[in-house]
């Protein structure tokens, strides 16, 4: 009996809805819930074992199964818990996958599961009103300590505060929604909840770290973030569909590293620094964590543009090259001159380029050849 059970829940598993885990999209899951009837990834179901008095769950091939339980899971699954706990999930909501974060992912089993948020939509207040106002820690610039700053979020300024005191009447600074991003970094902040967010201030790359103790508070202050650039979007470009805009709310960095670079004559030394690749722009730091106030701005930025524009991407130096202590070396073709770098490995190396490759492959949009200007322009 025991195998024939578990025989009919690998058959389970062949069903289209089933293929995936129901919370995080990865491929394969192997466990399952047995009080919701959906089938999870090994590493959500760690997260669903941390909620016990809503979910309990057993392995699909290793752990005994009852009849009823099986019966159960037949008569449930995937796709119909999705329609019961993910019927309305506001567009600006950010649905993890298996790459992102601890943080993110908890919360979003806790928000189907545990409080139901996407059942009764009054709970999901917290990030749909569109003012929020709290204290975050917040990297400071100059000795690298997180101090506790009020931050205040207004859809109507379009805009996201800071104030260096709680009771001071202007802010430290106003970062307009417009041109905001936040990504989780827990690794580069070194916190589990910690929070990128980046800004343009004189069209340079400016960023902030912070994060909350409290992982729903943080969670809340990211989809807040998102559920303004979707306001915002929503006026900016009245005749876009949810789906055109839900891209554009925030966004991963396609890739990060250490690189060494050499100066725009070429005839400088090769030099290591942080970058990382936000979509079309490639920025570039001292090191991951501004160490010092200047260290918080870009020190560079390259813009990747497409192939139709002439870039290109060679994983080679020129030959000739001298200066770089790592072999492993990359030049990005631009109409108007070559970017020389080097990578420690050559896996590094591969990565880096199908980075850059998989952004030139992609046709420009309207709006990006504005900023492809901007960049021609800088001195």
Not at 69 to 75: D, G, L, R, T
Not at 175 to 200: C, D, M, R, S, W
Not at 222 to 242: I, M, T
Not at 298 to 314: D, N, T
Request: hydrophobic letters at 35%; glycine letters at 6%.
């Amino acid at each position: 009996m025991a195998r024939e059970r578990r025989g009919a829940l690998l058959e389970l598993l062949q069903r289209p809805g089933n293929a995936r885990c129901a919370d995080c999209g990865a491929p394969d899951p192997d466990w399952a819930s047995h009080t919701l009837g959906v089938f999870i990834c090994l590493s959500c179901s760690g997260i669903h074992r941390n909620i016990p008095q809503v979910s309990k769950v057993k392995s699909v091939r290793l752990d005994t199964w009852e009849e009823a339980q099986v019966e159960f899971m037949a008569s449930h699954g995937n796709d119909a818990a999705r329609a019961t706990y993910e019927a309305k999930v506001p567009s600006f909501y950010y649905r993890p996958t298996f790459s992102d974060c601890q943080l993110l992912r908890e919360q979003w089993i806790r928000a189907k599961y545990e409080r139901k948020e996407f059942i009764h939509p009054e709970k999901q207040e917290p990030y749909s009103a569109g003012y929020r106002e709290g204290l975050l820690w917040k990297r400071g610039r100059d000795n690298g300590q997180f101090l506790s700053r009020k931050f205040v979020l207004t859809e109507r300024e379009g805009a996201l505060k800071y104030f260096n005191k709680n009771d001071a009447k202007e802010p430290k600074a106003v970062l307009k929604i417009e041109h905001l991003n936040a990504t989780f970094q827990p690794a580069k902040v070194g916190h589990p909840h910690g929070l990128q967010i980046t800004y343009l201030k004189d069209n340079s790359t400016r960023n902030l770290f912070v994060y909350h103790e409290d992982g729903k508070e943080m969670a809340d202050w990211f989809n807040a973030l998102r559920a303004a650039r979707f306001h915002y979007l929503q006026v900016a470009f009245p005749g876009a569909s949810d789906a055109d805009l839900v891209p554009k709310l925030s966004r991963n960095y396609l890739k990060e590293g250490y690189m060494e670079k050499t100066g725009p004559k070429q005839t400088e030394g090769f030099r290591k620094r942080w970058f990382t690749m936000d979509d079309r722009r490639l920025m570039y730091f001292k090191d991951p964590l501004p160490v010092s106030p200047q260290d918080a701005f870009a020190r560079g930025e390259v813009f990747i543009g497409s192939k139709e524009g002439g870039y290109r991407v060679l994983a080679q130096l020129p030959p000739g090259t001298q200066g770089p202590r790592w072999a492993h070396g990359i030049t990005i073709v631009t109409p108007d001159r070559k970017f020389l770098f080097a990578c420690e490995t050559e896996a590094e190396q591969r990565e880096w380029v199908a980075a850059f490759q998989g952004v030139m492959d992609r046709p420009m949009l309207p709006q990006e050849y504005a900023v492809e200007a901007r960049f021609k322009h800088k001195p």
